[in-house]
């Protein structure tokens, strides 16, 4: 069956990095466009990147120029660095697979949690 399988979160400190990586299994990778999304107890879940099956990528206002969202189809995974985080970036990761490009996210990940404290 289809899996997304997230790793890579943790807790980092203000300004620090982290990379975050899905796995993705069961379909056929490199026909999906992907993105990565955050959501936190009691907000609306947040788009933070995503990126088309020709690598172009596209990135949420918060996280434009700290973030960077690449895929390698070689190895059905996607990634998120992350630098310069800040506390606003703390929640649940989790990539998502869309397949069309339409926006419509029909595989997802079970997410990664994020922390980012001192």
């Known amino acids: 069956g289809v899996q997304l399988v997230e790793s890579g979160g943790g807790s980092v400190q203000p300004g620090g990095s982290l990379r975050l990586s899905c796995l993705a299994s069961?379909?056929?990778?490199?026909?999906?466009?992907m993105g990565w999304f955050r959501q936190t107890p009691g907000k609306v879940r947040e788009v933070v990147a995503s990126v088309d099956t020709d690598g172009s990528a596209m990135y949420g206002d918060s996280v434009k120029g700290r973030f960077t969202v690449s895929r390698d189809n070689s190895k059905n995974t996607l990634y998120l660095q992350m630098n310069n985080v800040n506390v606003e970036d703390t929640a649940k990761y989790y990539c998502?697979?869309?397949?069309?490009?339409?926006?419509?996210?029909?595989?997802w990940g079970q997410g990664t949690q994020v922390t980012v404290s001192s």
């Open positions: 069961g379909f056929t990778y490199s026909n999906y466009c």
């Open positions: 998502a697979a869309d397949y069309g490009c339409q926006g419509i996210y029909g595989y």
